[in-house]
């Protein structure tokens, strides 16, 4: 099967003549009609009904038709792509990381590829806290948000998405706190848990959590994320992030892993309506397509 053939069957589809299709393809209608026949045979399936004046699609005919323009306009894009990257496509893409998190293998791979083959194209790497990362994502002013959900949490509604990495949520204590490492989840009860402000949605996720595993944290928010690592350093609190992350990475703050542990996903969503061409190159090379 090949996509000359499958091209020849779609036009004597629209037309449901082979002469008419001939003529539109430039070709004889006797070439058409070995192309046809060469199709059906492979396929096992009789395509089109014929007699001397009508021409009408066969139930297989009619399945091969309906499911072959979506699959045309996936390869004539992916083309398209891989003609701009050897081009040299030219833009600017935007990547939005919530704070504390490390860029994962696979995001470093692509980005290093990208700037290495597409030297023409403008990278912009931003933290920022989750609250804001979501809205900038919804409102199309980053391309690309990179965060972490706890299992219960959901991605953005309508944003593409990508789980590039999973592993335990840990917690962020003072060197003198008298936490001991593996601790259990009940011993989260005598601890007081920092948030930035604009973190407020999920710390009331991790609340929700904690209550419905028996616990009643208490929570102290602070203006931004430099103040709670600031309180953590001097034993005002403790916060949360994934093992993989760099959060709360300071001389004076040391990592404690749970008892229980806690998945933490690290997703990649962007928009796939975005008419941003880039974005659709990331995404491949991010899923090793191209």
Known sequence: MTLKQLEYFMEVARCLSFSAAAANLFISQSALSRSIAALEAELGALLFLRDRHTVTLTPAGAILAAGLPPLAEDLNRTVDLVKQVKEGMRGRLSLGIEEGLGLPVEVVAAVTYCRASMPFVVFEITAMDGRHLEESLANGRIDFALGYR???????????????????????????????????????????????????????????????NGIAP???????????????????????????????DSPYVKRVALEQEIAARTLLQWNPASLNPIVGVFVGLIEGDL
Not at 174 to 181: F, V
Not at 223 to 238: K, M, Q, R, S, W
């Open 150 to 212: 706890l299992d219960e949490d959901a991605p953005v509604a309508g944003a593409g998405c990508l789980e590039l990495q999973c592993c335990p949520l840990c917690v962020a204590a003072g060197m003198k706190s008298r936490l001991e490492d593996a601790p259990a989840l009940s011993a989260l009860n005598r601890q007081t848990f920092v948030f930035p402000a604009s973190g407020a949605e999920a710390m009331r996720r991790w609340e929700a959590f904690c209550r419905a």
């Open 218 to 248: 208490r929570r102290r928010e602070c203006p931004d994320f430099a103040t709670c690592v600031n309180a953590i350093e001097l034993g005002l609190g403790v916060g949360l992030f994934p093992a993989s992350g760099k959060a709360f």
